[in-house]
């Protein structure tokens, strides 16, 4: 039997990708603005103009969106990324104006569901994903169900903390994994070791994780250092979810995580070396697989198997 | 209708207790001792015996048990109070001496199972429960139902880490929740306090949290500073817990649980302080309500549950 496509929306505080997925093929793809800044109804504005060229062909609308998301009721209760987000009934108002079903849940879960499906979590039951970039996100499925807990916002793997008393992050608190692997954290140690230690990103005015990890594949020194101990505080990071969660695959999302070896190595190592139990396990953590169309994908899945009655 | 008694029991490392459990009532309790350092053999006589008086009117039979066990096969696959069992598989020997149908689980998960069903869980489909006292064990019900992971033992909170490089826990590692919270090191920091100032305590010659809790209660301010303490760093580690579960109540069992608000008020500031998206979640942290019981109820429960073939 053939699948009838749905759309699958990913939005970001940038970019609104939106594609016409079909099983595990995407048969078109659009794109706009997010234009966050511009207001709300502008933002809206812009994800039903993703929406229109896919419209026709579509059973129904899946949206990722990072935030606090009631996927029962499709609200967005609160975005980081999209300022004046407060309580937006976005399966209402989309389903108004494209008329077709729609269902919303939070980013990272949508990107797990896509993983678990199509990509690294094939076959799994027990998985925990989380996502390093600007902040880190995580999702869990729990013996085959998306765990959303009581109020939609289970997961939150970068604001745990780790070491008590530690530095600080950004949401105030102290010692949280993303205040080590968030992105601007991983540069600042960087430019920190830089300072100390002769590098070949001396010669660079800005620097990213991209380029860090680029450094460290061509074997430079200060850059492997800052990815193992970038690794060494996920690895612990990853113990305590592995405590908790029990899971049989730990999938790493996002760009720093092409980092490759460099950033897998040290926390592979310090999982190892500190979980509980490790006799008694079979776990692999490994990277994502299906990059930027994971969320997509996630989304359109949610969406179908939803609309079907499914539990996700 | 009236339902037809199972018989639950609690096996420890040095007491078992049984009970024919209806629905909320115990009906009859049977003990003996564990006589673990006698040997498995030994040791599976006696858990024969204290099932003897309650067989001929109990439909099934449920067993909580510390350590790993591989809920789906009936098999104790390491406890940590039963030297030499290894890969036991429980289920089959005790049907076989007794005739009824046997359902074994990890005895936290049986606390779990019984405060949801029967006491401070009632009525909620997300908690964490955690027990502390010689250690610190841990259970979760996601969306109703128990967490039992990919290899039987999510939820172990105890042996998460709350500070890297912190004091050494007796796993091994460091910085562990147990590592403030286990009872040695409950009566290890009151030691330390009562070395530095005045305390009714000093004039113990053993101490024990119970005794600890009895001063704090009593005004004894050394007594207060200890339960303070730890109820910091366990609020850390319960703001993880509510960051990835998402729980809308978190229960805390065992006798150090009844410190009352000497233990609770520090925990529940510092998860108020500390805890990610506070505005946009309820949660309720308390103590448990069924005390002992609640393994042998949890147990019984999960025996009804599994042979009616339901989901637990």
Same mark, same amino acid.
């Given at each position: 039997m053939k699948k009838e496509p749905i759309i699958g929306i990913d939005i970001g505080g940038t970019n609104i990708k939106a594609a016409l997925v079909a099983g595990r093929k995407i048969e078109k793809r659009t794109r706009a603005l997010t234009l966050a800044n511009l207001g709300r109804e502008k933002s809206i504005d812009q994800i039903i103009s993703a929406i229109e060229p896919l419209r026709k062909k579509g059973k129904a609308i899946g949206i990722g969106i990072a935030g606090i998301i009631d996927s029962k009721k499709g609200v967005v209760k609160y975005s980081p990324n999209l300022k004046g987000w407060k309580n937006v009934p976005l399966a209402r108002i989309l389903r108004a104006a494209c008329g077709l079903p729609v269902y919303v849940l939070n980013d990272v879960n949508a990107i797990c569901l896509g993983e678990w499906k199509h990509g690294a979590?094939? $076959?799994?039951d027990n998985i925990f994903l989380f996502t390093i970039g600007t902040g880190v996100g995580g999702a869990a499925i729990c013996e085959g169900r998306l765990l959303f807990g009581a109020h939609g916002f289970a997961g939150e793997f970068g604001h745990t903390t780790i070491k008590l008393d530690g530095p600080k992050c950004i949401c105030g608190h102290r010692g949280h994994v993303e205040r080590y692997a968030g992105a601007k954290y991983i540069v600042a140690r960087a430019w920190r070791k830089i300072a100390r230690h002769k590098s070949s990103l001396a010669s660079y005015d800005i620097l990213t994780p991209e380029i860090i990890a680029r450094a460290a594949k061509e074997g430079d020194k200060v850059a492997r250092e800052v990815f193992d101990d970038v690794g060494k505080y996920v690895g612990i990071g990853v113990a305590n979810i592995i405590a908790l969660f029990d899971p049989d695959i730990i999938i790493i999302s996002g760009?720093?995580?092409?980092? $490759?070896r460099f950033l897998f190595e040290p926390i592979r190592n310090t999982v190892r070396r500190t979980v509980l139990g490790r006799e008694h396990r079979r776990y692999r953590i490994v990277p994502a697989k299906l990059g930027d169309d994971a969320g997509t994908f996630g989304a359109a899945l949610f969406a179908e198997l939803t609309s079907a009655g499914s539990e996700v």
């Amino acid at each position: 039997m053939k699948k009838e496509p749905i759309i699958g929306i990913d939005i970001g505080g940038t970019n609104i990708k939106a594609a016409l997925v079909a099983g595990r093929k995407i048969e078109k793809r659009t794109r706009a603005l997010t234009l966050a800044n511009l207001g709300r109804e502008k933002s809206i504005d812009q994800i039903i103009s993703a929406i229109e060229p896919l419209r026709k062909k579509g059973k129904a609308i899946g949206i990722g969106i990072a935030g606090i998301i009631d996927s029962k009721k499709g609200v967005v209760k609160y975005s980081p990324n999209l300022k004046g987000w407060k309580n937006v009934p976005l399966a209402r108002i989309l389903r108004a104006a494209c008329g077709l079903p729609v269902y919303v849940l939070n980013d990272v879960n949508a990107i797990c569901l896509g993983e678990w499906k199509h990509g690294a979590g094939q $076959g799994h039951d027990n998985i925990f994903l989380f996502t390093i970039g600007t902040g880190v996100g995580g999702a869990a499925i729990c013996e085959g169900r998306l765990l959303f807990g009581a109020h939609g916002f289970a997961g939150e793997f970068g604001h745990t903390t780790i070491k008590l008393d530690g530095p600080k992050c950004i949401c105030g608190h102290r010692g949280h994994v993303e205040r080590y692997a968030g992105a601007k954290y991983i540069v600042a140690r960087a430019w920190r070791k830089i300072a100390r230690h002769k590098s070949s990103l001396a010669s660079y005015d800005i620097l990213t994780p991209e380029i860090i990890a680029r450094a460290a594949k061509e074997g430079d020194k200060v850059a492997r250092e800052v990815f193992d101990d970038v690794g060494k505080y996920v690895g612990i990071g990853v113990a305590n979810i592995i405590a908790l969660f029990d899971p049989d695959i730990i999938i790493i999302s996002g760009g720093i995580a092409r980092a $490759g070896r460099f950033l897998f190595e040290p926390i592979r190592n310090t999982v190892r070396r500190t979980v509980l139990g490790r006799e008694h396990r079979r776990y692999r953590i490994v990277p994502a697989k299906l990059g930027d169309d994971a969320g997509t994908f996630g989304a359109a899945l949610f969406a179908e198997l939803t609309s079907a009655g499914s539990e996700v």
